[in-house]
């Protein structure tokens, strides 16, 4: 049998582990030959392919990025790019489709396998940690981890200066990273995209912080949005996902901390650096185990399913389980973490 493998939309560490995972597995054990697909699914819409086996998937593992290559491309918005798609599987002789992709690219695999039969197995990837459907989702865990240390860092420079440091991490919709990076690194204030911050409770914990002597550490979701102010709005512009971005909250945030407070604001904004580099030993796991699971389900003819960590099982649901709506952090602990805000 020969599998299609392609990574579609933003990049994220532990892309590569997967596709190690999945060619040795299918390789060693099942015999299966492969064909990488570039740039997500670009590469079945345009028959774009890389030769996939066992010497090129040799030391990939630790490798940030992925070595298919990857795009936003939505076939949908194709004309006639299911058929395509179709066309180009039969023509290479591919039977099914390794689809490892974040919202976008698994509604896609979705789409296709539901409605058009074409045999789609999907993993799940983002840094943001807002699948539903899985505990975690692999890439996360090495972006905390950067966006933690970053974090500690601004810590030292901040109370050299008695400055406040405003740090903006990534997040458009969910603040997982925000939340986690900003509790292992003692912030005193998380902002997330799940709740409306009120910027004059902002400048009230900053100004206790101070008062203690300390400076303080405000970390920040891209996508937290002041209850207060238009002026983020103002910036809004559709990145080419189609999504609203929300650029400079961060520099706002600072700028408002500065004139309301009397106290010197700078920002950080840590942006795709959580994103590249080598994957943490944990995302290194994740991704291996969805790999090997993932050319499982493909054995069994388990199509339109995705694989997906519960508790430390990995099982399979319906990819639309993971599409059909983010997971969000849930207030309740968010609430948890507010005791250290301040
Ligand atoms: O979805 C992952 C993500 O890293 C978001 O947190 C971020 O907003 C977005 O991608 C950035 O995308 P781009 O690489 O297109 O700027």
Redesign the pocket.
Known sequence: MKVGILTG????PGLNAVIRAVVRKGVQEYGYGFVGFRDGWRGPLEGDTVPLDIPAVRGILPRGGTVLGSS?TNPLQHEHGIRRIRENLAKLGVEALITIG??DTLGVATRLADEYGVPCVGVPK???N?LSATDYTFGFDT?VSIATEAIDRLHTTAESHMRVLVVEV???HAGW?ALHSGLAGGANVILIPEQRFDTEQVCAWVTSRFRASYAPIVVVA??AMPRDGDMVLKDETL???G?V?LSGVGEWLAKEIEKRTGKEARTTVL??V??GGTPSAFDRWLATRFGLHAVDCVRNGDFGKMVALRGTDIVRVPIAEATARLKTVDPKLYEEVGVFFG
């Open positions: 939309g933003g990049d994220c936003r974040g919202e983002t840094i943001d807002d972006a990534m997040g458009r990273i891209e996508g990145d080419s996902y999504h971005r942006g795709h959580q994103r």
